[in-house]
């Protein structure tokens, strides 16, 4: 009896916040704590209806022995009322002997009935408990769930910082490259041989020449069709 209200009181007094400290999943911890609990309930429970049944039959044979004491003392009066002493007697005896054995049963059953009732009120406490327990392991489990969300939020944000910092980078590379391609045209450009003016001078009046002969030739077309 007392290990198993030792064991029980290891029970009720478990520090829960310093299981969840070390658990790397708060809602997986409490779920086997849960476990445990509703393991350790089903073991208490089948031990306070072994001690209640222990309550009930100390209970039933003191009562047993009251009504022998009873019944014997009410043959003595019948047999004196028959006018037989010895008879009286006899019943008297054993009434007397039942009385001896009734302290006994009556500290057997103040025992049982006090076991009784400990493992009652420890029986009910836990069941509370693991109600108010549920209830915060649904808050728990939320709490943990909202975490974990927040953490995925928090790694797709870094993502997008990663992606501006690409977008800027892209940007400077562009520039660099816009730079690189200006210089080549220039290089380009000063590369080229510079032309002569006298070539300049012999371009147009190529072209003039070209252009007399045009003219020439749309003068006698306009002769031919009498414009």
Known sequence: MAGILDRFTTIIKANINDLLDRAEDPSKMIEQYMRDLTESLAEVKESTAAVMAEESRTKRILDENQEQI???EDLARKALSAGNEDDARAFLKKKQE?????AGLQMAYATAKENASKMRQMHDKLVSDI???????????AKTAVAKTQDKVNKMTAGSDKAEGAMSAFDRMEAKADEMLDRANAMEQLNAQPKSETEELEKKYESMGVDAEVEDDLA???AEMGM
């Open 220 to 222: 006698r077309l306009k």
């Open 98 to 102: 039942l009385e001896g054995k009734d």
């Open 131 to 141: 109600e108010t327990l549920q209830e915060r392991k649904e808050v728990i489990k």
């Open 70 to 72: 009873d019944k014997y």
